[in-house]
């Protein structure tokens, strides 16, 4: 079973730009769609940005188009989103998740359509 694992979170300035990273303990990522994932306190977990297993397809939510991109090197078993000029409403706790499928979901990056989720880590935005 895929079990994933975020790090990179913490806090920045807005502005600032922080690295996510996403790696899988014992196991390979080479064929799940990866998708991250974030629940601001209070709010419903949204889709950020998800890639396909061969990287060709990606998708993000409108809130953080050309300011975040999604990648991944599969021969580090490594799915990175990397988030520039973060403002404070790109607070909240983010989330890595593995689709069971290489293919984007229906949805494009729905929480629904990913089966193995990571703990989370926090990224807080503030000065």
């Known amino acids: 079973q895929v079990q994933p694992v975020e790090s990179g979170g913490g806090l920045v300035q807005p502005g600032g730009s922080l690295q996510l990273s996403c790696t899988a303990s014992g196991s390979s990522l080479d064929f799940n769609a990866i998708g991250w994932f974030r629940q601001a306190p209070g709010k419903e977990r949204e889709g950020v940005s998800c890639?396909?297993?061969?990287?060709?397809?990606?998708h993000y939510a409108d809130s953080v188009k050309g300011r975040f991109t999604i990648s991944r090197d599969n021969a580090k078993n490594t799915i990175y989103l990397q988030m520039d000029n973060l403002k404070p409403e790109d607070t909240a706790v983010y989330y890595c998740?593995?689709?069971?499928?290489?293919?984007?979901?229906?949805?494009?990056?729905?929480?629904?359509?990913?089966?193995?989720w990571g703990q989370g880590t926090p990224v807080t935005v503030s000065s």
């Open positions: 890639i396909s297993a061969s990287g060709k397809s990606t």
């Open positions: 998740a593995a689709r069971r499928f290489g293919g984007l979901g229906s949805w494009g990056c729905s929480p629904n359509e990913h089966d193995y």
